[in-house]
């Protein structure tokens, strides 16, 4: 019975390491290409050389030579940050809020902001942008911020957050004489930062991806962004790939660290967020 | 509200009760005028033709242009090909993948984790550009397969139409797939690894006990992942724009991209932009509805 079993099990296990680490290559490959290419030089990649070359800081100053990469590094950091601190703390106020002060008015509002997870993006778009260039916030940080600063997502995932967070505590801390916001700033953020830490991830995220609204509202060259420098190459003349592979590297590399960093947290909140 | 309370303390629970209004209404306020407002405003503006500015209403004539619109009928069927090829192929690994990583004793497990889950570092722009790379007529994909002689000119990846919505599919499997792994992974935590040891001394095989335990106990998120998926798929415009310019002629476009285009590219026709736009707006709310319906009735 016992050596039965055995035979039975080795191959698939076998066989489960071959597909995982096939599909780890597959997954890994484009990755490692990416980089690769970032060090060789147009030449050496279209004839399919694979391994690093020394063309790496070549590759650089042609960058530099152009002098957008740093001022478009410096904006997709600016916007991705200040997107995800006033978005964090818009959307878990509100979590927060409709918790702590529930009741059945809260409820209904909480219903019909859900319904706002039906309407997609590229339908606002339009009517956005010409609310946008109408009220000045063309190429404006403020322009680029704001469709995406208050979300359900977000909402959803404090508000889920929030209901493990003790009423006593809100309760002792007003006994004690605390302010309402203040209640909200001392107790409930420190004892929630995982939630943050996932929230924060992921809508660092989607800022620093975003591509089509910066396409629309940012049009102006000193308001570039990574994503779009790196998209603008596509129609050039002459395409340096080593370049350009050297730009999505770069581009890539902030969320590299930040995932590896947190990458706990960001299971422990969405699973937070799906439970 | 129990008969108990006192008066004094439901007064005051009442007066923090509009307090907590405070902390909604930021919130609120920008939903309602970053979301429903435009909305309303795309819908209103749909019933209108003209270009730039000049803007007349003319009831649902743009509604009834779309039809007749061969580049619309395109976009569209490209847009559901997408959709209908790439989430379940997609989801369906994920799932897999998930239960295979589950395994505690599996050796490597955390390695074949963070390789799987690597791509979703990489931003929609930068693996569309990647993947351009790789497949374009002078790519890596090309070069080697010349290299090696198994063909003796480049396949046409990007410039022929089935090929080049295939690239497409594939790039966002790379995308994504590790993505939704994730999800599926935090929920298989939370089943007791004994449901599993029972079902294996009862003599369930593999299969068996992914169909039976892993796909039912993860139904919920299973719906929340496909929920998601269709969302961004049928908004898909980053990788075409990138890829392919929704080319070669209108073979890749999707409706995002068909909307951009009519916007920002041309002389703008904004009603009948909008009116493409509400088309995806009541798809997506159909889509969702139909999902959720699905997701309820199988519990």
């Known amino acids: ?275 | 509200m129990t008969t108990h309370a006192a008066r004094k303390p439901a007064g005051l629970e009442r007066k923090t009760a509009r307090k907590g209004w405070l902390f909604i209404m930021p919130a609120v306020i920008l939903i309602v005028m970053m979301s429903f407002y435009p909305m309303v405003e795309a819908f209103l503006l749909s019933l209108q033709t003209g270009t730039g500015n000049n803007l007349t209403y003319k009831g649902f004539a743009n509604y009834e242009r779309l039809p007749k619109d061969n580049t619309y009928a395109a976009a569209l069927g490209n847009t559901f090909f997408y959709l209908i090829v790439q989430v379940p192929i997609m989801l369906l690994a994920a799932l897999v993948l998930a239960a295979m990583l589950n395994d505690r004793r599996l050796m490597f497990r955390g390695f074949y984790r963070t390789m799987i889950f690597l791509p979703v570092a990489t931003s929609l722009v930068s693996c569309s550009m990647i993947f351009l790379q790789l497949f374009t007529s002078n790519g890596l994909i090309n070069s080697l397969l010349l290299n090696w002689g198994w063909i003796t000119e480049p396949i046409p990846f990007l410039t022929n139409a089935v090929y080049a919505r295939i690239v497409i599919v594939v790039t966002m499997l790379w995308r994504w797939t590790g993505y939704n792994m994730v999800f599926y992974l935090a929920g298989l935590q939370n089943i007791d690894s004994q449901v599993y040891e029972a079902a294996r001394i009862d003599g369930a095989s593999a299969a068996q006990q992914f169909r039976k335990i892993t796909v039912p106990l993860l139904r919920p998120i299973i719906l929340f992942t496909t929920v998601l998926s269709t969302n961004g798929t049928l908004q898909l415009f980053d990788e075409v724009r990138i890829m392919t310019e929704g080319g070669p002629g209108t073979g890749t476009a999707t409706l995002s991209f068909y909307i951009y285009r009519i916007t920002f590219e041309r002389v703008p026709r904004f009603g009948y932009a909008a009116a493409m736009s509400f088309t995806i707006f009541v798809m997506v709310a159909v889509l969702a509805f139909i999902q959720m319906k699905v997701g309820e009735s199988k519990q």
């Open chain 1, 1 to 275: 019975m016992k050596k039965k079993r055995r035979l039975v099990i080795r191959p698939l296990r076998i066989l489960k390491h071959l597909i995982l680490i096939l599909v780890s290559f597959v997954s890994a490959f484009p990755f490692y290409w990416m980089v690769s290419a970032a060090t060789n030089n147009t030449a050496d990649i279209i004839l399919g050389h694979i391994a690093p070359g020394n063309y790496l800081l070549q590759n650089w100053r042609t960058l530099t030579e152009s002098g957008r990469i740093g001022p478009a590094f410096y904006n997709s950091v600016r916007n991705a940050v200040l997107l995800t601190i006033s978005s964090l703390f818009i959307s878990s106020m509100a979590g927060y809020g409709f918790v702590i002060f529930r009741d059945k008015w809260k409820n209904r509002v909480m219903g019909i902001l859900m319904l706002s997870m039906m309407i997609p993006p590229a339908a606002t778009l339009i009517p956005l942008f010409r609310m946008f260039s109408q009220m000045g916030l063309m190429n404006t940080v403020l322009g680029f911020m704001l469709p995406s600063v208050a979300t359900v997502f977000l909402i959803f995932m404090f508000r889920q957050a929030a209901q493990t967070f003790p009423q006593e505590i809100v309760q002792a801390a007003r006994i004690d004489g605390l302010g309402e916001f203040r209640i909200f700033l001392k107790m409930f953020i420190p004892v929630m930062r995982p939630t943050y830490a996932a929230a924060a991830i992921v809508t660092f995220m989607n800022a620093w991806n975003s591509y089509l609204w910066p396409l629309v509202i940012l049009q102006s060259p000193e308001q570039l962004t990574l994503p779009i420098y790196a998209g603008s190459f596509r129609g050039g003349y002459v395409l340096d790939y080593g370049a350009i592979m050297l730009v999505v590297t770069i581009s890539t590399i902030p969320m590299l660290i930040i995932f590896f960093t947190l990458q706990k947290s960001f299971v422990q909140g969405i699973l937070g967020s799906v439970k």
